[in-house]
Nanobody, 122 residues
Framework: QVQLVESGGGLVQAGGSLRLSCAAS????????MGWYRQAPGKQRELVAA???????NYADFVKGRFTISRDNAKNTVYLQMNSLKPEDTAVYYC????????????????WGQGTQVTVSS
């Protein structure tokens, strides 16, 4: 079992920045897949960014060039740096880890953080 605690959400004006953090209750160096998802009211939960244990990253088209995912194994934490925020980025952001392969498509266990609200005003 893994517990994930998220922080860093808040209210920011369009064009501003926030950094989300997700702290895990165990070592993450051996976890092959960690990601950030978001869900806005009336919308499906969608992938924002993902990172593998080797540092490879994957981003949704709508955040490429604006968001950066990273991980600090020493702190057992994954981050999402969000720059040039837009009102449409407003959502609850969830940290996700999957114990399986590097793609995140085949896994035997999945854990979610509690979610952190990001609100971007115009």
């Amino acid at each position: 079992q893994v517990q994930l605690v998220e922080s860093g959400g808040g209210l920011v004006q369009a064009g501003g920045s926030l950094r989300l953090s997700c702290a895990a209750s165990r070592r993450i160096n051996s976890i092959n897949y960690m990601g950030w998802y978001r869900q806005a009211p009336g919308k499906q939960r969608e992938l924002v960014a993902a990172i593998t244990s080797g540092g490879s990253t994957n981003y949704a088209d709508f955040v490429k060039g604006r968001f950066t995912i990273s991980r600090d194994n020493a702190k057992n934490t994954v981050y999402l740096q969000m720059n040039s925020l837009k009102p449409e980025d407003t959502a609850v952001y969830y940290c996700n880890i999957r114990e399986g392969d590097y793609s995140g498509r085949y896994y035997h266990s999945e854990y979610w953080g509690q979610g952190t609200q990001v609100t971007v005003s115009s």
